[in-house]
Every structure is written in structure tokens, then in C-alpha cells.
């Protein structure tokens, strides 16, 4: 590769935009699409660091002692840990954004004497769609934090984990 660098720089120059774009969005397309992007992304970044080709083996060739590496030309990609706690942050937001779509969509239904089985599953239809988006922002979440192990688990703990922590007694999301 020419330029090693240039997948990092890629990186660090759309992420910010991207999660800007996933809390400040109103097209719910648009940004299921954004979510979709950012757990692509987080993945490539997670797989450069974990390339086996990248590694590859000392072969042996042509006479004694000689050998060839079978490695791949590889560039490494990865989210900071700055970039991490803006991003932890923005996935948040959009998490509890999408659970306030759900228990709104629920309600409504429930709200309507006229709604039948019909409009249940449409409703399910409505919440696949934002299962998919949940999907989407944990898995950018999860290959971040494989990305960095342990060192991240204080960035965690000071962002989302103190969602994560509200069992008992329910926290305000949790409610209603």
C-alpha cells in the first residue's frame, strides 16, 4: 500500500460528522443507514488489527536459510480513545432515542380503540426495523472495545456504563 496511513485519516475525518449526523438526524432512513455505516466501519478498524494475513509466516525458499514472508501488505485502522468516548456518547444518545420511538409506537397502538391485528403487525414491523438499528450501535460498540480490551473498560464506565448498571431500581429510562 502507498499510503499506510491513509485508512486512519479516513477515519478520523468521518467519524466526527458521522456521529454529529446519528443524534441530530430526523430521517429515520437516514439514520439507520448512519448506524449501519458506524458498525461497518468499527468492524473494518476491529479486523485490521486482527488480520492473520497481516501476521503471515517465514517460508522457506531457494537456498539455505533463505526465506519469504507470506504476509500481506496491511495498514491497521483504529477508533481512538478519544474518538471512543464520542462515540460511546453519541450511541447512547441514539439508543435512548430509539428505546422513546418504541415505547411511543407502543403506546399509540394501545391508545387507538380502533387498532386490530393489522396495525400489531405493523407495529412489529416499525420495531424490527429499530432491533436492527439497536443492533447496529452495540455492535459498533462491542468491536471498539475488542479493539482496545481492557484499557477502554474505564471509558465504558464513565459513559455507557452507567446505563448498564441500572437494574435495581429501574433507572428514568427504564420506567413507564
Not at 23 to 50: G, K, V
Not at 99 to 116: G, I, W
Amino acid at each position: 500500500m502507498s499510503d499506510p496511513g491513509l485508512a486512519q485519516r479516513t477515519l478520523d475525518t468521518l467519524l466526527p460528522p458521522l456521529l454529529v449526523r446519528l443524534n441530530e438526524e430526523h430521517d429515520s432512513e437516514i439514520m439507520y443507514t448512519i448506524a449501519e455505516a458506524l458498525s461497518e466501519q468499527t468492524r473494518l478498524c476491529y479486523d485490521s488489527l486482527t488480520d492473520g494475513a497481516a501476521i503471515g509466516q517465514a517460508v522457506p525458499v531457494g537456498g539455505e536459510g533463505a526465506v519469504k514472508s507470506t504476509a500481506t501488505p496491511h495498514t491497521t485502522c483504529m477508533v481512538s480513545l478519544s474518538s471512543a468516548e464520542a462515540l460511546f456518547k453519541a450511541v447512547q444518545a441514539a439508543m435512548y432515542d430509539s428505546m422513546d420511538r418504541r415505547k411511543m409506537s407502543a403506546k399509540q397502538l394501545a391508545a387507538n380503540p380502533d387498532s386490530d391485528a393489522d396495525d400489531m403487525e405493523g407495529l412489529k414491523e416499525d420495531l424490527a426495523v429499530e432491533d436492527e438499528f439497536m443492533v447496529n450501535l452495540v455492535d459498533t460498540v462491542g468491536f471498539v472495545i475488542k479493539q482496545h480490551r481492557s484499557a477502554i473498560m474505564p471509558l465504558v464506565a464513565a459513559t455507557i456504563g452507567k446505563c448498564c448498571v441500572c437494574i435495581q431500581p429501574p433507572c428514568e429510562m427504564m420506567r413507564d
